[in-house]
């Protein structure tokens, strides 16, 4: 699991695991999430938690807290992102590796 840090002076914590399922995709599994941020909270894979270099935007989070599910698409290869970025707008409000 990956350990979420706030950033942006936002406070964010929680853990993060992926689950990958063949020919399907996959999830990252949301645990104990939780953010002071407010508004629209969007994912995002990245590299190195860099949203100007390639992502892959994992949506709207159903939730700004608790335990959830977030899907991947089946043609994302996973072991080229390392970081799970979670943001409000443009703004990054927190980030865990992902494992």
């Known amino acids: 699991m990956g350990a979420f840090s706030g950033a942006n002076n936002h406070t964010t914590s929680g853990n993060v695991g992926v689950a990958i399922i063949a020919g399907v995709g996959g999830d990252l599994a949301f645990q104990d999430f ?7 909270l969007k994912s995002y894979l990245t590299i190195g938690g860099d949203l100007a270099k390639q992502t892959v935007d ?4 159903p939730e700004t807290s608790g335990s959830f599910n977030v899907s991947f698409p089946a043609d ?7 970081t799970v970025v979670v943001a409000t707008g443009e703004t990054s409000v927190g980030a865990a590796r992902v494992p």
């Open 76 to 82: 994302t290869d996973i072991s080229l992102f390392d």
């Open 34 to 40: 939780a953010t002071d941020a407010t508004g629209e």
């Open 58 to 61: 994992l949506g709207t989070l």
